[in-house]
T-cell receptor, first 109, second 115 residues
């Protein structure tokens, strides 16, 4: 079973930052937080992952709270092409990825 | 990032026939691959873990005799849906990679329609 809780849907204006929250209150010390997204009828796309430090790459930033019980994925300047289902997943090294329901992000012009 | 390729992208087959889906890691070796199934408006459901050179590990409720998995090399895993029925119509997705502190990469998916 998925170990994360995400809001079912969110809207964001084009050009604005999209902040997607995720709760993972039962995360264990050796579990990483991963974010993937899935655009309609495609395979999931990796976005970012982290253990306890905040992470940033060319796609997004990941902010993990100090107690690691929650995190936020930030898309700094959302575009229409960012409309997708975003999945927050906690996973140990090398273990399988178990997907929850995710958050449907709708970017609107 | 690494590339995982699935073939075919879509397939239509008659009820009772078998369909094979291939998953290839194009630029890295994968001792483990994963197979998922996704029904419309639902999330991905893990079906099985494919292990190179050994038997696959199936998730609870997935029929191993119906969904045959073969992982004969470090770059190829296949999923065969045997005696397909309309209820097997779904989007099948594989992933590879995801070892120590690395991300897993997904194929583009295969849309199976059984008529």
């Amino acid at each position: 079973d998925a170990k994360t809780t995400q809001p079912p849907s969110m809207d964001c204006a084009e050009g604005r930052a999209a902040n997607l929250p995720c709760n993972h209150s039962t995360i264990s010390g050796n579990e990483y937080v991963y974010w993937y997204r899935q655009i309609h009828s495609q395979g999931p796309q990796y976005i970012i992952h982290g253990l306890k430090n905040n992470e940033t790459n060319e796609m997004a930033s990941l902010i993990i709270t100090e107690d690691r019980k929650s995190s936020t994925l930030i898309l700094p300047h959302a575009t229409l092409r960012d409309t997708a289902v975003y999945y927050c997943i906690v996973r140990e090294w090398g273990n399988k990825l178990v997907f929850g329901a995710g958050t449907i992000l709708r970017v609107k012009s | 990032g690494a590339v995982v390729s699935q073939h075919p992208s879509w397939v239509i087959c008659k009820s009772g026939t078998s369909v094979k889906i291939e998953c290839r890691s194009l630029d890295f070796q994968a001792t483990t691959m994963f197979w998922y199934r996704q029904f419309p408006k639902q999330s991905l459901m893990l079906m099985a873990t494919s292990n190179e050179g050994s038997k696959a590990t199936y998730e609870q409720g997935v029929e191993k005799d119906k969904f045959l998995i073969n992982h004969a090399s470090l770059t190829l895993s296949t999923l065969t849906v045997t005696s397909a029925h309309p209820e097997d119509s779904s989007f099948y997705i594989c992933s590879a990679g995801g070892g120590k502190n690395t991300e897993a990469f997904f194929g583009q998916g295969t849309r199976l329609t059984v008529v």
